[in-house]
């Protein structure tokens, strides 16, 4: 059902507490975050691609209300900046496909043209190169309207579902996201429909023509040729084998449709299957895309706002997510195993057990399923982080649960060895999904598209191991190097998951330490000595999301409560806890937290994709801080 949330803002206290005051208060905090069954989820943030690609949805299948338009459109509208443009994170630069499908979405809910706030964006939008420049994703919406042509797009064949695993560009060479987005999307661009729209969109056009073919030894040349290929190949008047690859796709998307009639519990996969599964015929009364459909309203948040209810789609859940990181905080500030709040959780979180094989296997067939996936429902994808996470927090409760607890660990340890990249590291979702080929293709023009080991998972994954007395494992040993070898010069980590690189040290040196390499290592020295050089003037930290693109942003931006918590969590492991850095780390914390025990963040501190996507965790605001003031308390072990 689709989640209400009642407007709330903590102001701050007036005086500083003390660090066992603010512990306490945070701690309070999540005990009473904690769902009746025992999980935390807070609300994932994105940005209103989201919004306007519901309301493109909806209008494509003839569903959308006036309700969902008008209160979709409010939202957009409050999240519009003065310049009129919309960006991918707050604060960050405009972004011209965010511009133009918000542009879109708000003429799709009533908006005249000559409004100022649309005719501010238009503007933006051909002094930035127009639809013309947009992303393939926001030239597919178009197209589906008849605002851009199928011609004019990359050709993606679902003949595609017919190459083995070991041949090239077969679709488990692309990261689990990417696949179960691009599968529906093979049928949505053969079968190429086109429905109307009650305006068009000639204004954002600027008239630019087609880059020319480039020189066809690169890269580019090759597949622009192999595109311009393909799409004479879909003309061709009679195609049995088309006809076969597109029942074999549908047959594809079907098997992977989760219980919550989700697709991976994301929502590029999800709206892409529905389309997909619609336009071969499958009618809305079918009972997947009944669910799927249904399913949706079950990521909608609605507000009420001064303006007045507004609604918002979440592209994700993480409740899994949360309720490890939850744990593992509570657990860090002392909170008893036998606590009743920490047992509901354990109980719930062994429920989310995944013991059937998902896309995973087809890379690893001889492995044992196990683990825990991000979201509710998505047994087909369990992820590394999310299971290293649960293992670090379940492993640490005791009876009267032991045998149950030891049993899924055990199970869930095993798979993450199996996990394991041939370099030694760990991706999120697959074994060895490395492939750059796949990076070449003219339509990944947008957002990772393999899923190669980083720092940030292979940290959490070592963690686990050193915690379960693996150090001296093959495995562990293999992380660590991976690790070291993976040093940026500065001393830092890259962070794949979350902004950016006080992520991955945040996540790296603790992993380090506990895994034997003792805190005076010089690796660890540099990685000490990088944080104490981006502490901000205020004893916080922060790192602005640009820093993906601009290396000049690495380790800078403003304070927050979850970057601030991670670099404490590093320097503590080093063996910091006396210092002046932490000790004004542990005071901004102290000093910014709410009198209902939260703290605000405005910023989005986690990472879809690097340098195209970008999430706000709700609740990383809280659990981050509460296990670094938890183990600053301890002594910084």
């Given at each position: ?13 007036p005086a ?6 603010t ?12 769902h009746?069954?025992g ?20 209008h494509?299948?003839?569903?959308l209300t ?50 100022p ?5 238009a503007?933006f ?16 919406w ?55 729209l009650?305006?068009?969109v ?21 597949f ?8 004479a190949y ?23 449709q ?15 299957s ?16 009944k ?18 209810w ?20 509570l ?24 013991r ?50 030891r ?23 697959d ?11 003219p ?20 963690e686990?191991?050193?915690?379960e007395?693996?150090?001296d ?17 500065d001393?830092?980590?890259?962070g ?40 901000n003037a ?5 790192e ?8 000049a ?20 492991a ?64």
């Amino acid at each position: 059902m689709t989640q209400t949330v009642p407007e709330t803002t903590g102001s701050p206290v007036p005086a500083r507490r003390t660090p066992e005051q603010t512990l306490a208060a945070g701690v309070g905090f999540l005990r009473r975050e904690q769902h009746p069954a025992g999980w935390w989820k807070g609300e994932l943030a994105t940005n209103v691609t989201m919004d306007a690609e519901d309301l493109l949805l909806r209008h494509f299948l003839g569903i959308l209300t006036p309700q969902v338009a008008e209160e979709s459109a409010r939202w957009i509208r409050s999240q519009q900046r003065a310049d009129g443009t919309w960006a991918t994170f707050p604060g960050g630069p405009a972004d011209l496909s965010t511009t133009v499908e918000a542009w879109v979405a708000l003429r799709l809910a009533g908006d005249p043209p000559d409004a100022p706030w649309l005719t501010s964006a238009a503007g933006f939008v051909r002094g930035h190169g127009g639809l013309e420049g947009t992303r393939v994703f926001t030239r597919i919406w178009l197209a589906l309207f008849g605002q851009w042509s199928w011609d004019e797009l990359p050709n993606l064949p679902p003949e595609l579902v017919f190459l083995p695993s070991w041949f090239p560009l077969n679709v488990y060479d692309f990261a689990c996201w990417a696949r179960q987005t691009i599968v529906p999307l093979t049928v949505v661009g053969t079968l190429r429909p086109v429905r109307a729209l009650p305006f068009d969109v000639a204004e954002l056009r600027i008239g630019k023509t087609p880059a020319k073919t480039r020189a066809p030894w690169t890269w580019d040349g090759l597949f622009q040729n192999l595109d311009t290929a393909l799409h004479a190949y879909a003309k061709l008047p009679f195609n049995p084998v088309r006809k076969v690859a597109l029942k074999q796709a549908a047959e594809w998307i079907l098997a992977r449709q989760e219980a919550d009639g989700s697709w991976g519990g994301i929502q590029p996969p999800w709206v892409y299957s529905i389309l997909a599964l619609h336009l071969l015929g499958y009618p809305l009364t079918h009972p997947a895309l009944k669910a799927g459909l249904a399913g949706l309203e079950g990521f909608t948040i609605r507000e009420e706002t001064e303006q007045g209810w507004v609604r918002r789609l979440e592209a994700c859940q993480s409740p899994v997510w949360d309720t490890a990181l939850a744990m593992n905080a509570l657990l860090d500030a002392g909170v008893s195993a036998g606590d009743e709040t920490l047992v509901q959780a354990a109980e719930w979180m062994l429920g989310e057990e995944i013991r059937v094989p998902g896309d995973w296997a087809v890379r690893r067939p001889a492995l044992d399923p196990g683990g825990f996936a991000f979201e509710f429902a998505n047994d087909n994808y369990p992820d590394t982080d999310d299971t290293a996470e649960v293992v670090l927090a379940v492993r640490r409760m005791g009876k009267p649960d032991h045998l149950r607890i030891r049993a899924a660990v055990d199970r869930s340890v095993r798979w993450l060895e199996g996990m394991q990249s041939g370099d030694g590291g760990w991706g999120a979702f697959d074994a060895d999904n490395t492939r750059v080929l796949a990076t070449k293709l003219p339509f990944c023009d947008f957002g990772a598209v393999i899923d190669p080991p980083s720092a940030d998972v292979t940290a959490h994954v070592v963690e686990m191991l050193a915690a379960e007395g693996k150090t001296d494992s093959r495995q562990c040993r293999r992380g660590v190097r991976w690790m070291l070898d993976n040093q940026e010069p500065d001393g830092s980590w890259f962070g794949r998951w979350g902004a950016n690189y006080v992520y991955g040290t945040g996540a790296v040196v603790p992993a380090l330490v506990a895994a034997g390499v003792p805190g005076r290592d010089p690796r660890i020295r540099r990685a000490v000595q990088w944080l104490a050089e981006h502490q901000n003037a205020d004893g916080g930290w922060g790192e602005d999301l640009r820093s993906y693109d601009d290396p000049a942003w690495a380790g800078r931006g403003d304070s927050t409560p979850s970057q601030t918590a991670w670099a404490l969590l590093a320097l503590l492991a080093a063996g910091e806890r006396e210092s002046e850095v932490v000790t004004r780390g542990v005071a901004w914390l102290c000093d910014r937290q709410r009198d209902d025990g939260g703290w605000d963040e405005d910023k989005h501190t986690g990472t879809g994709f690097p340098g195209d996507f970008y999430l706000a965790y709700h609740l990383y605001r809280v659990v981050f801080p509460v296990s670094a003031l938890g183990r600053y308390l301890r002594g910084g072990s």
